[in-house]
């Protein structure tokens, strides 16, 4: 299991733009898929991006498809996700979560395949 770092939440205007990171304690990502999931009040969490590392897939809910952007840095160290356009419904709480292996459907690996969990970053959207 990785231990996993999340950074970036905070309160923002609708409209307007938000960065996640995800950082793996002293290792790199180099086998694995990476996910971002996320928890609003009294709601199950639920998938949102993912990330197979080896091949550089991604996968997009199409709640975030066309604003959310999944991306790994060069050195494989941190996940970033880039949140644009967002929206009052975009409000939750937004975990990394990972696995070591591949992955190769059209979506994402649901809750239960993920071992590694972030503690979670608050996301607010309001005006």
């Known amino acids: 299991q990785l231990q996993l770092v999340e950074s970036g939440g905070g309160l923002v205007q609708p409209g307007k733009s938000l960065r996640l990171s995800c950082t793996a304690s002293?290792?790199?990502?180099?086998?694995?898929?990476i996910a971002w999931f996320r928890q609003a009040p009294g709601k199950e969490r639920e998938g949102i991006s993912c990330?197979?590392?080896?091949?550089?897939?991604?996968n997009y809910d199409d709640s975030v498809k066309g604003r959310f952007i999944i991306s790994t840095d060069d050195a494989k160290k941190t996940m970033s996700l880039q949140m644009n356009n967002l929206k009052p419904e975009d409000t939750a709480v937004y975990y990394c979560?990972?696995?070591?292996?591949?992955?190769?459907?059209?979506?994402?690996?649901?809750?239960?395949?993920?071992?590694?969990w972030g503690q979670g970053a608050q996301v607010t959207v309001s005006s």
């Open positions: 979560a990972a696995v070591r292996g591949t992955w190769f459907a059209e979506y994402c690996p649901p809750r239960t395949a993920f071992d590694s």
């Open positions: 002293g290792l790199t990502f180099d086998y694995h898929i």
């Open positions: 990330i197979t590392i080896n091949s550089g897939r991604t």
